[in-house]
């Protein structure tokens, strides 16, 4: 055990939430955790977490210092019991989440293992969820040492450990009111810098850079109060314009935007320890048209409709899997192929956040495709359209991404809908 003045420096470097987000900790607490374990079908959850290595789903309760077991269990209230097993010098801050019934202490002289045994022989459940996923990173937080130790801990009953990962994917996922509206907003704010830095002027045909373009998307977002990207700065937003060689993401370069390009633009803010992910599309008219190519415009409806339909398809309980069959078959039907990628992801505290993947089955979402959509839950929904061009090496894609919220009986878009393509003028 670490020294009492080890501890309290660790304690001065705890993440320091806002009279806000614990509040919101705790009301996510009470509002989705009985229904999120009963989704997935388990009677218990133990999260069990080191100093050093914590499990991603300790913040979520209130857990950002050292070793330490959390336990909830599900007797067929209206409630779920709400254990916590953690060091006496790590108590304090636990217990004023107001999340726990009951926090128990290890000390140097009763090892965490003695401890966890005899809190656990207290468990009479039949299916003890655990944090071990093959289908998310997130919900697959239970180190192998950790496993070992709860399958001491819990002897006899260790045969009724099973993943956690739908409950992971369904509390993690789902927002409060509070939340949503924290979201509407930002993504508002995310459309708005990404529109007025196609629209404003800034870009010039043959001279504007991929990297300055990116830049000045940064600026702009500085200025409207959001300091914090959604993730790495190089990459944040993607810029993408003119033929595609290398389908991968890849951060802005050095190249010019052209007239005559296809151009979008991948971006989104960190705020309140959430994040955003929007696209715009553009095309950069040629001297003398007025408008986009035939074959350009005939993309960009094919995306649109595509869009449109994932999103009208998403409701509680379908899963995400049959929204991405309907936005698929709308792209390939038209005569272009399948795009590369799942149709959306679910969007959190982190970009690619927890929640049903839209992608197809056995894709890299494999087991979280076959998720059901439940109300609260936020998507960026981005089908692509991609015109090979062989003779020229490479393809022309066009995307956009669309912020959705689930809804009790449908969903909605959470930024106005790009329904047609931002026209960019030649000098």
């Known amino acids: 055990m670490r020294s009492l003045m080890s501890a309290w420096f660790f304690v001065l470097l705890l993440p320091v939430l806002s009279g806000a987000a614990e509040s919101r900790m705790l009301e996510r607490v009470d509002e989705f955790l009985l229904d999120s374990m009963r989704a997935g079908n388990i009677d218990a959850w133990i999260v069990v977490t080191r100093e050093g290595n914590l499990d991603p789903l300790s913040e979520d309760f209130g857990f950002h210092l050292g070793t330490g ?18 060091s006496s010098l790590d108590v304090v801050p636990l217990k004023d989440t107001g999340i726990y019934d009951r926090t128990e202490t290890f000390e140097r002289d009763r090892p965490f293992e003695e401890a966890l045994a005899s809190l656990l022989s207290e468990l009479d459940a039949e299916r003890i969820g655990v944090n071990m996923s093959e289908g998310s990173g997130l919900a697959d937080g239970l180190s192998a040492t950790s496993h070992a130790l709860l399958l001491r801990a819990l002897g006899d009953r260790s045969d009724r450990l099973t993943s956690a990962e739908t409950t992971i994917m369904s509390f993690r996922s789902k927002r409060l009111p509070s939340e949503i509206e924290l979201y509407r907003r930002a993504a508002l704010d995310t459309h708005e810098i990404i529109m007025e830095a196609l629209t404003g002027g800034f870009i010039e045909p043959g001279v504007t850079t991929q990297k300055a373009l990116r830049d000045y998307v940064q600026e702009l977002a500085r200025h409207r109060g959001y300091p914090e990207l959604a993730w790495d700065r190089d990459h944040c937003p993607g810029v993408y314009s003119g033929l595609f060689r290398d389908l991968s993401h890849a951060a802005a370069k ?9 151009l979008w633009v991948d971006f989104g803010v960190g705020f309140e320890g959430y994040t955003t992910d929007v696209i715009r599309a553009a095309y950069l008219l040629k001297p003398g048209e007025s408008e986009a190519p035939p074959e350009v415009a005939r993309m960009f409806e094919t995306l649109e409709r595509a869009n449109h339909a994932a999103m009208r398809a998403m409701k ?43 992608g197809e089955r056995g894709s890299r979402g494999r087991s979280t495709a076959e998720l059901l959509l439940e109300p609260g839950q936020i998507f960026a929904v981005e089908p692509s359209v991609m015109r090979k061009m062989p003779e020229l090496g490479g393809a022309y894609i066009i995307n956009i991404e669309e912020e ?24």
């Open 254 to 262: 050095d190249v010019v935007i052209e007239s005559g390009d296809i």
């Open 69 to 86: 077991a959390l336990v909830f269990w599900d007797r067929g209230s209206e409630r779920a019991e709400r254990w916590a097993l953690v």
């Open 316 to 358: 509680p309980g379908i899963a995400g899997w049959e929204v991405d069959r309907v936005a698929r078959e709308i792209v390939t039907e038209a005569g272009y192929p399948e795009f590369f990628h799942s149709t959306g992801h679910p969007v959190g505290r982190v970009v690619h956040g927890a929640g049903p993947s839209l």
């Open 404 to 427: 959705v919220l689930v809804t009790e009986d449908g969903s909605e878009y959470l930024t106005p809908h790009q329904t047609e393509l931002i026209l960019i003028p030649s000098p």
